[in-house]
């Protein structure tokens, strides 16, 4: 299983850009990038996936280099409900074994 | 369209005591899991089923029972309560093919004391 490292917590004011970075040095090549977004008392919420590149969607951009050796979850003009904690997966989609790490803690602030 | 549903939200148990954490899905999805979460950390595998009458081991196993008798429902057992075992359960469940991560409950946050 890939190792994840992100930062533990970041600071944003609303209507910035937000860029969280996950560096995942041993990713193997089956394995996806996926990000999701957790509310307190709430389930984790599925973000974004993706496998090279960059993939955008109605919620979040994720970019990924082509060494694939980290990957930047980016959320434009984030607002007060953007506040939560967000984690970064790398594994392949075919294990049944993802594992969350402790997550990155956003807190965007007025 | 409920999603994933896990009942009760809220369980106090006793030192000893048992009692099932019930999940149910209506996507017809497969794959079922069921996570841990201890204050301020991530979440922790217990068990998986890939499908009706198959499960499967996680990360943290230990003190926990599981069945997959139909593809809807996914009931954890906890058999003998233990203080170590108070954290919030999360249930989740996807269908591969779609690619599209996991959907998750609501949880149950279950106090053991």
């Known amino acids: 299983l890939a190792k994840t490292t992100q930062p533990i917590s970041m600071d944003s004011y609303e209507g910035q850009e937000v860029n969280i970075t996950c560096s995942h040095n041993?990713?193997?090549?089956?394995?996806?990038i996926t990000w999701y977004q957790q509310f307190p008392s709430q389930g984790p919420r599925f973000i974004i996936q993706g496998y090279k590149t960059k993939v955008t969607n109605e919620v979040a951009s994720l970019f990924i280099p082509a060494d694939r050796k980290s990957s930047t979850l980016s959320l434009p003009r984030v607002s007060l409900s953007d506040t939560a904690v967000y984690y970064c997966?790398?594994?392949?989609?075919?294990?049944?074994?993802?594992?969350f790490g402790a997550g990155t803690r956003l807190t965007v602030k007025p | 369209n409920a999603g994933v549903t896990q009942t009760p939200k809220f369980r106090i148990l006793k030192i000893g005591q048992s009692m099932t954490l019930q999940c149910t899905q209506d996507m017809n999805h497969n794959y079922m899991y069921w996570y841990r979460q201890d204050p301020g950390m991530g979440l922790k595998l217990i068990y998986y089923?890939?499908?009706?009458?198959?499960?499967d081991k996680g990360e943290v196993p230990n003190g926990y029972n599981v069945s997959r008798s139909t593809t809807e429902d996914f009931p954890l057992r906890l058999e003998l309560a233990a203080p170590s075992q108070t954290s919030v359960y999360f249930c989740?469940?996807?269908?591969?093919?779609?690619?599209?991560?996991?959907?998750f409950g609501s949880g149950t946050r279950l106090t053991v004391v």
């Open positions: 989740a469940s996807n269908e591969r093919a779609r690619n599209y991560g996991y959907t």
């Open positions: 089923s890939v499908g009706a009458g198959i499960t």
């Open positions: 997966l790398v594994g392949d989609i075919n294990n049944n074994d993802m594992r």
């Open positions: 041993n990713i193997a090549t089956n394995d996806y």
